[in-house]
């Protein structure tokens, strides 16, 4: 039976060839010998290897046959109208890079033959034509060149493995947007990437150890196991996927959205999934890097180990979990996804939902647990507390607070970042407490009227059997630790999407669901995209991932002009990691290149929605119009989205609003900018970027120059999300006077 490996495809499978090429490649994978195959050789091609098959009257596939000793396997290069299947046959070969060892795939100049001779099935081998390795005739001046501003050489680049002749045109290349057109135009992918990243800087050593061309090229065997060899290097697998069932190869052709994301992995990508370490880990990148997506396939590794282990998967929000669930499915439908605690599996599930289950499996164990955290004991633990219960404490029991302090903001961080983390239950643990990065000192009979309003919050919440999601998280930690003796850890493994989010409450609970030791923690996190909470230190809570911490920095999902747009949002902040480390937005860049965002002003509102209805109707009358779904109107709250949706409509343009539910086929959505964490869409409109919407009013902030700071901090991350979510084309409206956090640049 032959084996199918699939080449990255430059254009999708049509939608109406879905379950044709599914077909085929099926039958293909059964029997290569099947008549209505047609699997056929091609006269005078560049390469005698390859092959095009019958896909339907109209339709052939191009292929490449690589026949060792007993073995098969095709790599499927794409599909193709019969007489341009045939042209891409003739002119295309597949071939190991002589420095690297990497297979790639190459097209190459081939005179036609007459048109009789190309239906001829008989095939007479021609010597594969060169790459054309001209030097161009215009050169740019040597100070001009980007690469040799950092002293690199035509030589070093061929010595690394380019091409000649992609090594003398990157030479002369002078700025940023011809660096990311030339890298499009790369020979093999992974030469595009080694080109963007020596543009940045990067030693020809830091590029080998990336994409791992460090390793010996091993030119033993003949040419067919070298070639086998080259399409699994950790860099060719880039550009090529082994498909190892039906089921996958259903996957991969009908999911081509998420099949580059999931099946094409970069060599550090793929590092971090494979590697084992001695205890927690963390990925760290910009939005797009593709963290989520090693996460996902760390935790399919972990969760079809022998056994099968118990590994968590979670995330802070429920839709992102919902997210995670639905890929994972995509990605490998078989493995077993669990429900219940400490089950074998993998469980898929929003940290609050785990700690919730964490205190329903207890039942009526609970109570010691309570009474460590609240100092009482009690099992009423099923209600949650409602959103205005600080303001309700504050005006019950604050007589003696400041007026500086008034502010449930103020409250809700000191109970989450001080109060709980060290489990006070007394006015006198709270006047000896540490009071670590919350801004705002505090003398003794502040801290004792701050205790009051703590206190009659507690009493209120026990007279009505409630707590609030902090103390669940936390309550459902100490359970852990008191019965770990007895009973052990609920998990082997807990992975952790959008740590940056956490609380102090969830990074507890997360350190008591798993036995430290080997591959017991691992984190992926991005603090630009810190949109919920205060920024937490890992090591306070006996997690050190430092020596175990990496960080991506290639773009997969955004081009570089909306990245360089949403990177100047952020411009002149400080943003820290969970480590504590400064991050550095600067290294980040992408892949892709498209338009510069749009910048649209209005005078009104109406004139805004006007714009807007203007654009949405545009951008779906194009030539080749995108999927409606894949349109997203962005805004700052529940409110606008509503209002906008009206307007819309009202405009003759129909759209529809997303709340907590899955994005649906058939109209552009509306979804406020948190609600967008976790999206992508070809293209995105950020509606009413104004000044007093974002940043929304900060004055509940004002108890601190530090809170104040740290909520314009996460204003900016959310606008920030916000215009990362666009793969394609950026638009950002506003009326009135712009938002003081758009770039200098951008408006």
């Known amino acids: 039976m032959p084996t199918i490996v699939m080449a990255k495809q430059e254009r999708p499978v049509e939608p109406i060839l879905k379950k044709k090429a599914f077909a085929f490649l099926e039958k293909l994978s059964t029997d290569d010998t099947l008549p209505g195959l047609h699997i056929e050789p091609i006269v005078n091609s560049a390469d005698p290897r390859v092959r095009t098959g019958r896909v339907d009257d109209g339709y052939r596939a191009v292929l490449f046959k690589i026949s060792d000793q007993h073995t098969v396997t095709y790599v499927f290069h794409g599909i193709w109208p019969h007489d341009e299947a045939i042209r891409e046959a003739e002119r295309t070969t597949l071939k190991v890079n002589p420095v690297t060892g990497i297979a790639e795939i190459r097209r190459v100049d081939v005179p036609s033959p007459p048109s009789d001779e190309r239906a001829r ?105 070298q070639l086998i060899r080259g399409l ?117 599930a929003g940290i609050d939902a785990v700690a919730r289950a964490v205190l329903t499996d207890a039942g009526r164990d609970i109570g010691p647990a309570v009474e460590a955290v609240l100092g009482v004991q009690t099992v009423e633990v099923s209600r949650r507390t409602p959103p205005d219960a600080w303001a309700d404490a504050i005006a019950a029991g604050g007589t003696d607070l400041p007026e500086t302090l008034r502010s449930p903001a103020f409250f809700a961080a000191e109970y989450t970042m001080v109060v709980l983390p060290q489990r006070l239950t007394s006015a006198e643990a709270y006047f000896r407490a540490r009071r670590r990065g919350r801004g705002v000192a505090l003398n003794r009979s502040q ?109 997969y999902r955004t081009t ?96 529809r609003a997303v709340d907590t539910e899955a994005v649906r086929s058939g109209a552009p959505v509306v979804m406020t900018m948190h609600r967008a964490k976790g999206t992508e869409f070809t293209r995105v409109l950020l509606f009413g970027v104004r000044d007093g919407s974002i940043p929304a009013s900060l004055k509940e902030y004002d108890t601190s120059e530090a809170d104040r700071n740290d909520a314009l901090l996460r204003e900016r991350s959310l606008l920030y999300v916000a215009a990362t979510r666009a793969r394609d084309v950026l638009a950002v409206s506003w009326s009135g006077r712009p938002s003081a956090l758009l770039p200098e640049r951008g408006v």
Not at 156 to 176: H, I, K, N, S, T
Not at 449 to 459: C, D, G, T
Not at 490 to 502: K, T, Y
Not at 614 to 636: F, G, K, M, N, Q
């Open 560 to 655: 570089q002009q909306n990245l360089r747009w949403a990177m100047g949002i952020l411009d002149g902040a400080d943003y820290r990691d969970l480590d504590d480390e400064a991050e550095q937005h600067d290294e980040y860049r992408s892949a892709r290149s498209g338009p510069t965002p749009l910048v649209l002003p209005c005078e009104s509102l109406a004139a805004e929605l006007d714009q807007a209805a203007d654009l949405i109707r545009s951008w779906l009358s194009e030539p080749e119009p995108p999927a409606p779904e894949t349109i997203a109107i962005l805004v700052r709250d529940r409110f606008q989205r509503d209002r906008v949706v009206t307007g819309l409509a009202e405009r003759g343009v129909e759209v």
């Open 447 to 555: 801290r004792a009227a701050v205790w009051a309003v703590i206190e009659r919050y507690r009493a209120m919440a026990r007279a009505q059997g409630t707590l609030d999601f902090p103390e669940v998280a936390t309550i459902a930690a100490a359970h852990l630790d008191l019965v770990a003796e007895s009973r052990g850890r609920p998990f082997d493994h807990v992975l952790v999407d959008e740590g940056q989010d956490l609380t102090p409450a969830h990074w507890q609970l997360l350190r008591a669901l798993v036995e430290p030791g080997p591959n017991d923690l691992f984190i992926a996190e991005d603090a630009h995209q810190r949109i919920y909470g205060q920024k937490v230190t890992l090591s306070h809570f006996d997690i050190e991932t430092r020596g175990r911490s990496r960080r991506l920095t290639l773009n």
């Open 232 to 348: 699994q290097h950790p860099a060719g697998q880039l550009s090529f996927a082994w498909i190892e069932d039906n089921d996958e190869l259903r996957r991969v052709i009908e999911d081509t959205d998420f099949a580059a994301w999931r099946i094409f992995l970069h060599p550090l990508q793929k590092g971090y999934v494979d590697r084992d370490y001695r205890g927690p880990a963390k990925v760290t990148g910009g939005a797009g890097t593709g963290k989520t997506v090693v996460v996902l396939h760390r935790a399919r590794r972990l969760a079809v180990r022998p056994g099968p282990p118990r590994v968590l998967l979670t995330t802070f929000t429920r839709n992102l979990a919902d997210a995670l669930q639905r890929d994972m499915r995509v990605l490998d439908p078989d493995v077993s996804i669990v429900e219940g605690m400490g089950q074998r599996g993998l469980k898929i």
């Open 121 to 225: 099935a008989t095939h007479v081998p021609a010597a594969p034509a060169e790459p054309d390795s001209e030097v161009p005739e215009t050169e740019v001046p040597a100070q001009d060149s980007l690469l040799a501003a950092y002293g690199l050489s035509a030589a070093d680049l061929v010595g690394l493995g380019l091409d000649e002749a992609f090594a003398q045109r990157a030479m002369q290349v002078g700025e940023e947007e011809a660096v990311l057109a030339l890298a499009e135009e790369a020979p093999a992918e992974w030469q595009g990437l080694a080109l963007l990243d020596l543009s940045t800087g990067m030693s020809l050593d830091e590029v080998k150890e990336r994409l791992s061309l460090d390793l010996e090229v091993d030119t033993s065997g003949t040419e067919e196991e």
